[in-house]
């Protein structure tokens, strides 16, 4: 059987596909399962930079969790439903959100659900202008398992998140990028090119600094300000000791192209 993850290496970035498109790449047990193991991988990788997810075919991203799969674990019980679907899920997009190199989501069409908490976690994401948006788990009786329930409303605000996740209903790109959830809505066939092109932006800098920029976005969007400005200051305080530093602040004196050693 095809792997329901691919992982193609273009340069200095990792493409990861969603590969179910027959099932409009519903997130399974094994899709989440290897998505980590893939990103461990990656983060292992000194080569490779930036991340980007996306989904098989032309008509979905990912319409989210596999019903037929976690419903026979609803059946055993809250117990191992939760150790076997919410966890599981929740875990994935924990390791996207706080993963130490940059992660864009290329949305190339219907994000449902899990899809949608996979675009909500990662750093930044491109959308399709077919690309189509839900917070549907409320339609089974179900809250949303990812993340969906925490995520939305801090970049959304809170009633606006509210009344997507009551209602269930969809919502296009425009919408999702008003919302905070994307960055950017492209024309349908230049979804992947423009996340490679946002990829290339990120990685002329160095991946050092990236990686204490997210992280202290991470860390550091929960907390009060006065925590957040600790961690930023622990942030700055772990460039110090790098080559990357010096090498920035050399080049900018000079006025010549940095060229980062990512140590």
């Known amino acids: 059987m095809a792997d329901t993850v691919l992982m193609e290496r273009r340069g200095a970035v990792a493409l990861l596909t969603l590969n179910r498109p027959e099932k409009l790449n519903a997130l399974n047990y094994e899709t989440n399962d290897l998505l980590v193991r893939l990103l461990a991988e990656i983060e292992a990788d000194p080569t490779i930079g930036a991340v980007i997810v996306t989904g098989a075919g032309d008509r979905a991203f ?5 019903i037929h799969e ?3 674990s609803v059946k055993q019980g809250p117990d191992i439903a939760i150790r076997d679907f919410v966890r599981r899920g929740q875990g994935m ?4 959100e706080a993963f130490p190199k940059p992660v864009i989501a290329a949305v190339n069409g219907i994000a449902f659900g899990g899809g949608c908490e996979i675009t909500e976690a990662v750093h930044l994401a491109i959308a399709s202008e ?25 970049l959304a605000g809170r009633k606006r998140a509210l009344e997507l996740l009551l209602t269930g209903d ?3 790109p425009e919408r999702a990028r008003e919302l905070g959830l994307v960055n950017k809505v492209v024309p ?3 979804v992947l090119p423009a996340a490679f ?32 400005l600790q961690i930023e200051s622990e ?3 772990r460039m110090v000791a790098t080559n990357d530093i010096r090498e920035g602040l050399d080049a900018w004196i000079a006025r010549r192209e940095p060229r980062y050693s990512g140590t």
């Open 62 to 66: 990912s319409a989210g969790g596999d």
């Open 70 to 72: 976690f419903s026979e």
């Open 93 to 96: 997009t924990q390791r996207l």
């Open 130 to 154: 077919r690309a189509l948006f839900a917070k549907p788990e409320i339609n089974i009786g179900i809250p949303p398992t990812f993340g969906g329930t925490q995520r939305l409303p801090r």
């Open 170 to 172: 969809p919502f296009g």
């Open 188 to 190: 349908h066939d230049q």
């Open 197 to 228: 092109e946002l990829a290339g932006q990120i990685l002329r800098h160095s991946p050092l600094t990236a990686a204490r920029i997210i992280t202290a976005v991470t860390r550091g969007i929960n907390a009060t300000i006065t925590e957040g």
């Open 235 to 237: 942030q700055f305080g």
